[in-house]
């Protein structure tokens, strides 16, 4: 009875084990594959942020690949929040002539979670302009409501705002009570038109007005007055 018991204890034991390695292999596997492609999310969105109003590139897909791979191990850690948005890292800066671009990643909680953007500014030494936005995470917000956010002609509404319109904060049409701005009106008094093209949805366009606030702000703190470089 003994033998027998401890028998089916070894075997146990054993099935348990293989189990366990063979978990522990497709999760590692399965990590590796999800990072991988969020690396690679990122290195397309960066792609399209810094392209021209015509569509042609500013900076080589190369040296966009590279500088994302060679700051990889700093991905994903906040380094500044003002209690209403968060930049998380790392701050990317490339060089075109005279104009520099930041590339900066922000989240904000928008109706279900975080809403998290990615966004370029161009600095000309002077002034700092909102150039253009990729909303990358929006899982939690409603579909046909917040969900919305993703499409091209909502995100369009962000962009491009002149530093004029990001010095008194960017707010959504309906906080600024601009609804009857058009678009581009809207723009540069520092509003994102939005109210047409996402009917019933303030939350979640309102926490990327916030994100790109709180990336504005980090990034006239720390790059623009004497800051890190």
Same mark, same amino acid.
Request: hydrophobic content about 35%; charged content about 25%.
């Given at each position: ?13 054993? /099935?348990t084990l ?8 497709? /999760? ?11 690396l &690679? ?16 590139? =500013?900076?080589?897909p190369?040296? =966009? ?13 906040e380094?500044?929040n ?5 930049? =998380?890292?790392?701050? /990317? &800066? ?6 520099k671009?930041y ?10 979670g ?6 370029a500014f161009? /600095? ?11 909303? =990358? &995470? ?8 917040g969900?919305?956010?993703? &499409? ?5 509404r ?5 530093e004029?319109?990001?010095k008194n ?40 007005a916030?994100s ?18």
């Open positions: 009875m003994k033998k027998e018991t401890l028998k089916i204890s070894l075997t146990l034991m054993i /099935y293989i189990a366990g390695i063979a978990l522990a292999l497709v /999760y590692q596997f399965t990590e590796n594959r999800i990072a991988e492609a969020e &690679e999310n990122v290195i397309k969105s960066m792609e399209f942020l810094l392209t021209d109003e015509s569509g042609n590139q =500013i900076v080589d190369k040296e =966009i690949k590279n500088t994302v791979i060679s700051k990889r191990s700093e991905m994903g850690n380094i500044y003002d209690g209403i948005g968060t930049v =998380i890292s790392p701050v /990317y &800066e490339f060089q075109n002539g005279d104009v671009y590339i900066l990643t922000g989240s904000a909680v928008g109706y279900g975080k809403v998290i953007t990615i966004a161009k /600095y000309n030494g002077s002034e700092v302009s909102l150039h253009k936005i990729k909303v =990358i &995470e929006y899982s939690q917000e409603t579909p046909g409501l969900a919305k956010i993703a &499409e091209e002609k909502v995100q369009e962000f962009f491009p705002i002149p004029e319109g990001l904060g960017l707010k959504v049409d309906k906080d600024a009570g601009k609804q009857n701005l058009d678009p581009d009106s809207a723009k540069q008094s520092g509003v994102a038109k939005v109210s047409d093209v996402m009917t019933g949805a303030t939350i979640t366009p309102r926490a990327v916030n790109l606030n709180t990336m504005y702000k980090y990034l006239r703190e720390k790059y623009m007055q004497g800051g890190e470089k």
